[in-house]
């Protein structure tokens, strides 16, 4: 990998691009060079985003099965705080059935948000550019990320995860009249 390379910064597809309803692809070897330089790509690309919960490759139309996310400590409902994170070739187990509902956007929708139930705890596995396996359990906010970013490697997005599509709308208006704060 060259040293003078430049990241190239990268377009957010939004719903209806057919790479977001299409599932990703494995990646076979996390130590590849052309891995690292298109997560060079994305994270140059989430610093001209701004702060995200998560971003997935193919909302950058790169249909490979790995994703940005993270906690923010102003986000987290557990004390759990997650820095910005890389995980390759991702997957969970449901440590239990109970779901919660909670507010949801997404940068392939833009404007909108709605309420999504997601699994309350889980235990998820990825790999590292190292090619190290990481395991942890999460709760709450944390385990919803990860199963909204996991999603988008299977070509599902939030929407298709909603129950009640009452419970969806513009962010101004959803603020403004139905998010009890
Ligand atoms: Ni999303």
Aim: proline share 7%; hydrophobic share 35%.
């Amino acid at each position: 990998m060259s040293q003078t390379r430049t990241p190239n910064i990268l377009q957010v597809i939004r719903k209806g691009h057919p790479t977001l309803s299409s599932r990703a692809k494995e990646i076979e070897d996390p130590t590849d060079p052309e891995i690292r330089e298109i997560v060079e790509d994305i994270l140059a690309t989430i610093e001209v985003i701004g702060p995200i919960a998560g971003l997935a490759a193919p909302q950058l139309n790169i249909p490979l099965r790995l994703f940005f996310f993270q906690v923010a400590p102003h986000r987290t409902d557990d004390g759990t705080v997650i820095p910005l994170t890389l995980a390759i070739n991702p997957s969970y187990e449901v440590l239990s059935e109970e779901k919660t509902l909670a507010w949801e956007g997404c940068f392939s929708l833009p404007h909108v948000m709605g309420e999504v139930p997601r699994y309350k705890h889980i235990r998820y596995s990825y790999q590292t550019l190292e090619g190290e396996t990481v395991t942890r359990e999460a709760h709450g906010f944390h385990a919803r990320v990860f199963q909204h970013e996991l999603d988008h490697l299977d070509g599902i997005t939030y929407v298709e995860r909603m129950t009640d599509m009452s419970r969806f709308g513009y962010i101004e208006e959803v603020k403004e009249y139905m998010i009890r704060l």
